[in-house]
């Protein structure tokens, strides 16, 4: 089939490479955000996938609004069979769903109809889940409501961040893509409405939902931080200024401190780790980033920071 690539971070790079690989496809152009200020110098910079298109020698297109009339007319020159879609970030409106005749087939990294949204991998580790996967779906109007042409699952691990996962997702997922691009060309592969049960959203987390809460337990810590790395960051504040925070992990002997209850946000640090008071038991700091500087190991933090038995987070 002649396909119209729709993506944009680096998530979507291994299904882009993986239909390039594809004797059966051929990617005519892709359409990805516009360039972004970024780094520093804050200066443009194009996508990951706009780079990838580049060095392949394929057209990128660049709408603003995936509704401009002339990105509309290009699609329609370009006449593509179907659009695959990974993390493009726009929506998609009526006019440009209806250009190829296959529609637009978005991987989504979920279960569906569970975590429909933006922030699907960090919701399944936020809330808790044992087993997340992706989808692959027709795009309809509707936020991820289309039918569903396939599905595989992943595991979450104890330890996962929402990067991990999803690195792991992306290269799963870009097979089961692929695998669903074939089965739309050979006509064999039948998309299943959704079942109206178990819906559930994933609404982008914003820098606030990122910050910290000390009161709450340590599992709900634990998987907000998890979650929440590497972005947006989780984060709390230490002498009024932001500290930005890794991956928590339980604390040794469960954090005995002689009989001492440690409690919500106040820090002990010791010879071997750096523990935090929470709603329930200490966690042991892992990295850290203060403001302004370079991430850092917390004891290495503690060192520089000549803490005081007042001390707390917040």
């Keep these: 089939m002649k ?3 729709a993506g944009t971070p680096e998530t979507a790079l291994p299904s882009l490479e993986a239909l390039l690989e594809s004797p059966r496809h051929e990617v005519a152009a892709v359409v990805t955000r516009p360039d972004a200020p970024s780094g520093r110098g804050r200066g443009l910079r194009e996508s990951p996938v706009a780079r990838r298109a580049g060095e392949a020698g394929i057209e990128v297109l660049k709408p603003v609004k995936a509704g401009d009339p002339e990105f509309l007319d290009r699609l329609r020159a370009i006449a593509p069979d179907c659009c ?4 493009y970030g726009a929506l998609l409106p009526r006019a440009a769903l209806d250009i190829p005749r296959h529609g637009w087939v978005n991987l989504h990294f979920s279960l569906l109809p569970a975590w429909r949204g933006a922030a699907p991998v960090q919701a399944a580790i936020l809330h808790g889940d044992d087993v997340t996967g992706a989808a692959t779906f027709r795009i309809e109007e509707g ?8 599905v595989l699952t992943e595991p979450i691990r104890p330890d996962d961040t929402a990067g991990d996962l999803l690195g792991r997702l992306a290269v799963a997922g870009a097979t089961l ?4 691009m074939d089965g739309i060309e050979a006509g064999v592969l039948e998309a299943r409405p959704q079942p109206e049960e178990g819906v559930s959203h994933a609404p982008k987390i914003t820098t606030e939902d990122a910050r910290v809460d000390w009161t709450a337990p340590a599992q709900r810590i634990d998987r907000l931080i998890r979650a929440c790395t590497p972005t947006p960051g989780a984060w709390t504040t230490f002498r ?3 500290l930005k925070l890794g991956p928590v992990r ?3 002997d469960g954090g005995a401190l002689g009989g001492e209850r440690l409690e919500p946000g106040r820090i002990r640090a010791s010879k071997k780790e750096v523990l935090v008071g929470t ?6 700091l892992g990295e850290v980033q203060p403001q302004g500087r370079r991430r850092m190991s917390a004891l290495d933090w503690t ?3 000549a803490l005081t038995g007042e001390d707390v987070l917040v």
């Excluded at 695959?84 to 993390?87: L, N, Q, R």
């Excluded at 936020?143 to 396939?150: C, K, M, N």
């Excluded at 893509?177 to 669903?180: S, Y």
């Design 177 to 180: 893509l692929r695998d669903t």
């Design 3 to 5: 396909l119209v690539f």
């Design 84 to 87: 695959p879609v990974v993390a």
């Design 303 to 305: 060192r520089g920071a």
């Design 143 to 150: 936020l991820d409501t289309g039918p569903v042409y396939g």
């Design 250 to 252: 339980p604390a040794a």
């Design 240 to 242: 009024g200024e932001r």
């Design 279 to 284: 709603g329930t038991h200490p966690v042991a």
